[in-house]
T-cell receptor
Framework: EAQVTQNPRYLITVTGKKLTVTCSQN?????MSWYRQDPGLGLRQIYY???????DKGDVPEGYKVSRKEKRNFPLILESPSPNQTSLYFC?????????????FGPGTRLTVL | SQQGEEDPQALSIQEGENATMNCSYK?????LQWYRQNSGRGLVHLIL?????REKHSGRLRVTLDTSKKSSSLLITASRAADTASYFC???????FGAGTRLTVKP
């Protein structure tokens, strides 16, 4: 089954404790991205990757890191989480070669930073 | 900055009624997409309309695009309780989403 998976789905952590949210897709998509969703603000793009070893900042990259060492994986790293990073996070992927290039979204990770 | 801005922010209707949501965008686009999100879940692609199209249909969905006004609308006809969700527009060019319209359909 074609899908985007994220882990963990729920996470409660404390300020400053490094964490990684994994994202994996099995559709051989070139493009992957991370969004955070906050009430009243919709989805805001954090980082995106056009292909392996190619990553770029989105609209709200501060406090986050990503890597794209393999095509299928695109982990989101919070080196020193802060309470303002409490949010619902979505990973998405798409093929830039397909039309329409719709984005396939993961199920979301709800992060709480105390 | 957000590219797509949906309006209204929230909409509540009775089952069977039609629901209309609007989206405005800032820059020129090649395509615009509408997505649906059930509470707390990922977005699901609904429909895409190209910049050279004015109207597109898919089942109970009708999307219009007015490039001169930089706006699009999504109409859901004969709404059902299962249509309760948030709806987002996104410009394909930069994949930016607005805050969405939260639709509630009462049975």
């Amino acid at each position: 089954e074609a899908q985007v998976t994220q882990n963990p789905r729920y996470l409660i952590t404390v300020t400053g404790k490094k964490l990684t949210v994994t994202c994996s897709q099995n559709m051989n998509h070139e493009y992957m991205s991370w969004y955070r969703q906050d009430p009243g603000l919709g989805l805001r793009q954090i980082y995106y990757s056009m292909n392996v070893e190619v990553t770029d900042k989105g609209d709200v990259p501060e406090g986050y890191k990503v890597s794209r060492k393999e095509k299928r994986n695109f982990p989101l790293i919070l080196e020193s989480p802060s309470p303002n990073q409490t949010s619902l996070y979505f990973c998405a992927s798409s093929s830039r070669l397909a039309f329409p290039p719709e984005q396939f979204f993961g199920p979301g990770t709800r992060l709480t930073v105390l | 900055s957000q590219q797509g801005e949906e309006d209204p922010q929230a909409l509540s209707i009775q089952e069977g009624e039609n629901a209309t949501m609007n989206c405005s965008y800032k820059t020129s686009i090649n395509n615009l997409q509408w997505y649906r999100q059930n509470s707390g879940r990922g977005l699901v692609h609904l429909i895409l309309i190209r910049s050279n199209e004015r109207e597109k249909h898919s089942g109970r969905l009708r999307v219009t695009l007015d490039t001169s006004k930089k706006s699009s609308s999504l109409l859901i006809t004969a709404s059902r309780a299962a249509d309760t969700a948030s709806y987002f527009c996104a410009t394909l060019d930069d994949m930016r989403f607005g805050a969405g319209t939260r639709l509630t359909v009462k049975p």
